[in-house]
């Protein structure tokens, strides 16, 4: 019977680790979200609201980061030609999510020429701003460093980066960059499992949004689809 109580003791302390592990994430992005809709009485554009948020949130949770992770031993060294393969990985990967995405776009057009519209009043420095800087760093400090660290501790590899990646995606608020972002989640996790640094998943997530400014503002073809692939099919 003791040993009976005791295995039943031990599983309600591993499901309360669960849910503790599973409420912190969803906490933190609550918290995000709910300091956007105080901003967005102040600011009336939405894209600014994002800057400002986004740099409250890369400087807390880069602290955080830092202080948490500093006394991690790290056993695999990680240099510059690692991260260059895992950037030529990441390229099909990237590619087959918007060839995708162009077609989602017709399903979901008139949420994405809203949000679309909100980033045509910003100057090109605001936009790589957001784009190049604080979005990569402080969503890969949420979703991988944060989202996927906890979840990890509660569910294992698979589930946590599943959910992160889903968490990723939906915070996106459209269908067609909902579908690459969960698409690239799935891989950042996968990057950030293999080499335990979060660094390397916003490098590969700057590097990816570098490929996405370049793709729409140039209206770059490839050697096998139209050049209509990088904008918005009407």
């Known amino acids: 019977?003791?040993?009976?109580?005791?295995?039943?003791?031990?599983?309600?302390?591993?499901?309360?680790?669960?849910?503790?592990f599973t409420a912190i994430p969803l906490g933190l992005v609550a918290g995000e979200l709910a300091l956007a809709f105080l901003l967005?009485?102040?600011?009336?554009?939405?894209v600014y609201v994002t800057l400002l948020v986004d740099f409250v949130f890369a400087v807390g949770l880069g602290i955080w980061y830092y202080k948490s992770m500093r006394q991690t031993n790290l056993?695999?060294?990680f240099g510059t030609a690692r991260l260059v393969g895992l950037i030529l990985v990441q390229c099909p990967i990237w590619l087959l999510g918007q060839i995708v995405?162009?077609?989602?776009?017709?399903?979901?057009?008139?949420l994405y020429?809203?949000?679309?519209?909100?980033?045509?009043?910003m100057s090109v420095f605001w936009y790589l701003m957001l784009s190049?800087?604080?979005?990569?760093?402080?969503e890969e400090l949420i979703f991988r460093g944060f989202w996927y660290t906890y979840m990890k501790k509660a569910w294992g590899i698979i589930p946590a980066a599943f959910i992160s990646a889903l968490g990723f995606s939906v915070?996106?608020?459209?269908?067609?960059?909902?579908?690459?972002?969960?698409?690239?989640?799935?891989?950042?996790?996968?990057?950030?499992?293999?080499t335990g640094r979060v660094w390397v998943v916003i490098a590969l997530h700057m590097a990816a949004n570098i490929l996405d400014g370049m793709s729409s503002l140039l209206l770059v073809p490839t050697f096998f689809i139209e050049?209509?692939?990088?904008?918005?099919?009407?």
Request: charged share 15%; hydrophobic share 45%; aromatic share 14%.
């Open 1 to 20: 019977n003791l040993s009976r109580l005791y295995r039943d003791w031990e599983r309600i302390l591993q499901m309360r680790k669960k849910l503790l």
């Open 40 to 46: 967005s009485f102040l600011i009336s554009n939405s």
């Open 75 to 77: 056993q695999r060294q």
């Open 101 to 110: 995405a162009t077609y989602l776009i017709q399903v979901n057009a008139d």
């Open 113 to 121: 020429a809203s949000q679309s519209e909100a980033f045509s009043d």
């Open 132 to 138: 190049i800087c604080l979005a990569p760093i402080t």
């Open 171 to 194: 915070l996106h608020g459209n269908l067609p960059q909902g579908y690459v972002t969960l698409l690239m989640g799935l891989f950042y996790a996968l990057c950030m499992e293999y």
């Open 227 to 234: 050049p209509w692939f990088f904008v918005p099919v009407n």
